[in-house]
């Protein structure tokens, strides 16, 4: 299709009757017959294809334009656009739609490299979305997220993505404008930082509540992009990933550190100076803000759990796993903490696990379902990946620790009466509900604090099940399998750092093949002995466990 069109040179003047002159006003051209360069402005007038009705569409007339030039490379663009469609009638009604459309609302004519890639990719040229739109439709379409991972995605979007690239055309979004999020997430950081710092109080009120974006964050906020466009490009919407050149630092989750006695040495050093740093930090701000009553001391437990320490993962020995183990037998959760101490599960599927799906005669326990914990809410779904999804073994000890469970979750369930609910998990609050994630957590931090121990979290306990399969001398392949990783390469990525400081051992036993190579071959040294009954069961037995801020005793 050619289309027709016209450029001429009109005014605003008027007659003695008051009519218009257009293009018939005498001070257009000079005397000598030229356009008056000072005078009127240029217009095109263009003809456009039929309506969808076949119906005649008005010409695209544009006006305003300063010199002949501007006006026909407006018109020539919009002939370009037009010619897009070739012989194809539905494609010409199309673009003549998105033409009226786009000037109508922004008064500039879309871009004919967008247009023809529109057409080339099949895309509905009749509608333009923009990124925020297709955020919350992409979102809205993901069936079968676990709630957890559609809050995570929705938090993203909200908090990062929709506030910077949510106006942008989503045909229109570049690598530049993804960069732009990042910019904007360091700059928050910065601010967060320095108003922490700060003793001003209106500065520290605007943080509130905000936490410092780290690189791993950073990561899943890109991936949550780099998802959705993704989804995209399979629509024929979008032809390239800019969420994927973006350059981002490394989001590896930290290596796993052993508690040695030096670095436990340097924590108890570390945690008194802490101490000291938030109790005149909290002085500091009880005179600010007296209003509030700041106590002037820190809570202990918080102390505890806030101290700096070598590494975000950090791994108790065996023998400081034992000790948390004896600190926390007599505690109604205390099978919980020996199953994950004992057989690396995760803490949602130690509260979402079943007496029906434990087979104590054949020691293995089905792992099905997990639980969760956003804020105050809960929800049950399945393991965290396919690989989570599996049955485990269980050891004698294990298998004796689950029994006397049961034998304690029986006498509550009497004790409670017409209280009881009977839900069937394994590990429940003494009216019989699931317990609540957060006060496993909670009694976990206690229990340990109480025992003098350093801290770990307690997803460290499984960090800990694994570092004692290594030190037994099992490869990566025995750790992927027994905590239903996904990949040997989470496995590796995870807990090549524990190699060095598990490799004296290995020296020292294969020095003593050489040595006792003319004496009866002695019992293989075991770095396991939190996974012996006999290691188990020595030692006292320490009632329940306390409540408030009591001191932690001294550490061996």
């Known amino acids: 299709m050619t289309a027709k069109g016209s450029i001429i040179k009109t005014c605003a003047c008027r007659d003695e009757h008051g009519k218009r002159y257009g293009k018939d006003c005498p001070k257009l051209r000079r005397g000598n017959g030229r356009w008056s360069s000072t005078h009127g402005s240029w217009k095109y007038q263009l003809e456009l294809p039929p309506t969808a009705t076949g119906t005649r569409r008005a010409p695209l007339r544009r006006a305003g334009f300063t010199t002949q030039d501007d006006a026909l490379q407006q018109m020539d663009r919009a002939k370009e656009l037009l010619a897009i469609a070739g012989d194809d009638l539905t494609i010409q009604i199309q673009i003549a739609d998105l033409i009226v459309a786009t000037l109508r609302k922004t008064r500039v004519l879309p871009a004919p490299e967008q247009v023809r890639k529109r057409v080339r990719t099949g895309q509905d040229l009749g509608r333009s979305i923009t990124v925020a739109e297709y955020l919350e439709e992409w979102l809205a379409g993901r069936k079968g997220l676990r709630e957890g991972t559609r809050r995570s995605y929705a938090s993203h979007i909200r908090l990062?993505?929709?506030?910077?690239?949510?106006?942008?055309?989503?045909?229109?979004?570049?690598?530049?404008?993804?960069?732009?999020?990042?910019?904007?997430?360091?700059?928050?950081?910065?601010?967060?930082?320095?108003?922490?710092?700060?003793?001003?109080?209106?500065?520290?009120?605007?943080?509130?509540?905000?936490?410092?974006?780290?690189?791993?964050?950073?990561?899943?906020?890109?991936?949550?992009?780099?998802?959705?466009?993704?989804?995209?490009?399979?629509?024929?919407?979008?032809?390239?990933?800019?969420?994927?050149?973006?350059?981002?630092?490394?989001?590896?989750?930290?290596?796993?550190?052993?508690?040695?006695?030096?670095?436990?040495?340097?924590?108890?050093?570390?945690?008194?100076?802490?101490?000291?740093?938030?109790?005149?930090?909290?002085?500091?701000?009880?005179?600010?803000?007296?209003?509030?009553?700041i106590g002037e001391k820190i809570n202990r437990l918080d102390a505890y759990i806030g101290a700096p320490r070598p590494s975000p993962v950090m791994v108790w020995t065996p023998a400081l796993t034992r000790k948390f183990l004896d600190r926390a037998r007599g505690h109604r959760l205390y099978a919980q903490y020996h199953l994950i101490a004992f057989r690396g599960l995760r803490r949602g599927e130690s509260c979402g696990l079943r007496w029906v799906d434990l087979d104590l005669r054949n020691a293995t326990a089905a792992i099905r379902w997990q639980i969760t914990q956003i804020g105050a809410e809960t929800f049950e779904g399945k393991p965290k990946t396919e690989a989570g999804e599996a049955s485990v073994s269980l050891d004698t000890a294990t298998i004796r620790e689950l029994r006397a469970h049961k034998a304690r979750q029986n006498t509550e369930r009497l004790a409670a009466g017409d209280a009881w609910t009977e839900t069937g998990y394994?590990?429940?609050?003494?009216?019989?509900?699931?317990?609540?994630?957060?006060?496993?957590?909670?009694?976990?931090?206690?229990?340990?604090?109480?025992?003098?121990?350093?801290?770990?979290?307690?997803?460290?306990?499984?960090?800990?099940?694994?570092?004692?399969?290594?030190?037994?001398?099992?490869?990566?392949?025995?750790?992927?399998?027994?905590?239903?990783?996904?990949?040997?390469?989470i496995a590796a990525d995870t807990y090549t750092s524990l190699l060095p400081q598990l490799a004296r051992q290995s020296a020292e036993d294969a020095a003593a093949i050489i040595l006792n190579a003319d004496r009866p071959t002695p019992k293989r040294h075991c770095k396991t002995v939190v996974v012996l009954p006999d290691h188990i069961r020595s030692g006292t037995e320490p009632g329940r466990a306390r409540s408030g801020d009591s001191a932690p005793p001294r550490s061996d």
């Open 160 to 293: 990062y993505l929709a506030p910077i690239l949510g106006p942008i055309l989503l045909e229109r979004l570049r690598v530049g404008h993804v960069d732009a999020v990042f910019e904007t997430i360091d700059e928050l950081n910065e601010r967060i930082i320095q108003a922490r710092e700060s003793g001003d109080l209106k500065l520290r009120a605007m943080v509130k509540g905000r936490r410092v974006v780290g690189p791993a964050t950073k990561q899943r906020i890109r991936a949550t992009l780099r998802s959705a466009l993704n989804k995209a490009i399979q629509q024929r919407l979008i032809e390239v990933n800019v969420a994927a050149l973006v350059e981002l630092p490394s989001g590896k989750a930290p290596k796993a550190l052993v508690w040695t006695d030096e670095r436990v040495t340097a924590w108890e050093s570390d945690f008194v100076a802490h101490i000291e740093k938030m109790n005149a930090r909290r002085k500091h701000m009880s005179k600010l803000e007296p209003h509030k009553r």
């Open 426 to 489: 394994v590990f429940t609050a003494p009216t019989g509900e699931p317990v609540n994630p957060a006060e496993v957590t909670e009694q976990f931090e206690q229990l340990s604090m109480e025992a003098g121990l350093p801290p770990i979290r307690l997803h460290d306990l499984r960090h800990g099940a694994a570092t004692f399969l290594l030190a037994a001398g099992y490869d990566m392949k025995v750790v992927q399998e027994t905590l239903r990783l996904s990949s040997i390469t």
